[in-house]
């Protein structure tokens, strides 16, 4: 009796925690896609398709700072392989380059916030946020 007890707690166990990673990459790709969301109207406003608009930036600026640090705790060890991702391995292989690239993204939306007060200010210091974006795709993301 015993013996079933513990083995179907050791199920149980295994089940949750397959659960608990399978959530950590729902909740990382959920992010990642309300960061993206962010940079549609900014690519047009940068390209001139979208007129200028401050409050709009500053909105975005604040959620991809927000997000650059809620994402840190999202990629732990054991949702390397879980379901359907585009993180590449080299996130793991490579997490010191990963962080930093991510630690970048949010003290450059910060330093935007802070700097971007017209359209100048924008085109000058708006790429700066989103290299980040770029570098972190070409080295840790699936090509589509």
Known sequence: MKRTVFVASLLALGVTAAIAQSDVVKERQDLMKQMGAQTRPI????????P???????????IIATSAEKVAPLFPENSKNVGKTEALPSVWENKAKF????SKLHQDAQMALATIKDEASFK???PKVLQNCGACHNDFRKKS
């Open 124 to 126: 000058s210091e708006m």
């Open 99 to 102: 962080d930093s690239i991510r």
């Open 52 to 62: 200028f608009d401050l409050a709009k930036v500053q909105d975005s600026l604040k």
């Open 43 to 50: 690519g047009g406003m940068l390209r001139g398709q979208e």
